[in-house]
């Protein structure tokens, strides 16, 4: 596609659900990454594939988020038994590969209450 | 502290002014990104800089390696050019993972 898309822009849950939060990159984009911005912050790494594979994924907060991304071109990122402190924006990015440019998407803002 | 530190936090002018927002980082990198958001919207990517200078249009992005340091400049700034402006260096041993600094926010009054 022409942008980063990401689905849905917003999503209010209730604490102790599982949500699934996605990421359609430019078609062609190798990389893809995730960050999490909470309010007032700036966006903190999680996630970022090279391809299907997560090649570092030491930015996730805990076992209870999880991130896929099974042809290399959606990525999925799951969050289970969701709790308050999960509130934030999740952005998706994608580039051409390690070293050129990021092209970021319009964000998830996940509210659980 | 903050790996990555800029300045002004707060910045408002007066259109046609000319705007430099400071960027210090702590740690070794291999390039730098400039952001900007506008308020309630995405992020959008400016520039991406390992060394020199790029220009823009009216946007201009320097940095030096060796001291740290990175600087975006606006020439001739419009309101339109309100929104919170970000530098996010590529942390030190990665090509990939940015550390991004709290932001610039740039109020540009007609």
């Known amino acids: 596609g022409a942008g980063v898309s990401q689905t849905p822009s917003n999503k209010v849950t209730e604490k102790g659900k599982y949500v699934e939060l996605r990421c359609d990159p430019i078609?062609?984009?190798?990389?893809l990454y995730w960050y999490r911005q909470s309010l007032g912050q700036g966006p903190e790494f999680l996630i970022y594939f090279q391809g299907t594979g997560a090649a570092d994924d030491s930015g996730l907060p805990n076992d209870r988020f999880f991130a896929v991304r099974p042809e290399g071109s959606v990525s999925t990122l799951k969050i289970q038994r969701t709790e308050r402190g999960d509130s934030a924006v999740y952005l998706c990015?994608?580039?051409?590969?390690?070293?050129?440019?990021?092209?970021f998407g319009s964000g998830t803002r996940l509210t659980v209450v | 502290k903050n790996e990555v530190e800029q300045s002004p936090q707060n910045l408002t002018a007066q259109e046609g002014e000319f705007i430099t927002i400071n960027c210090s980082y702590s740690v070794g990198i291999s390039a730098l990104h400039w952001l900007q958001q506008h308020p309630g919207g995405g992020i959008v990517s400016l520039f991406m800089l390992s060394s020199g200078k790029k220009k823009h249009g009216r946007l201009i992005a320097t940095i030096n390696i060796q001291e740290k340091h990175s600087s975006l400049h606006i020439t001739a700034s419009h309101p339109r050019d309100s929104a919170v402006y970000i530098c996010?260096?590529?942390?030190?041993?990665?090509?990939?993972?940015?550390?991004f600094g709290k932001g610039t926010l740039l109020t540009v009054n007609p």
């Open positions: 990015a994608s580039s051409a590969g390690t070293g050129y440019g990021y092209t």
């Open positions: 996010a260096p590529l942390s030190g041993g990665s090509n990939y993972k940015l550390t």
């Open positions: 078609s062609g984009h190798t990389a």
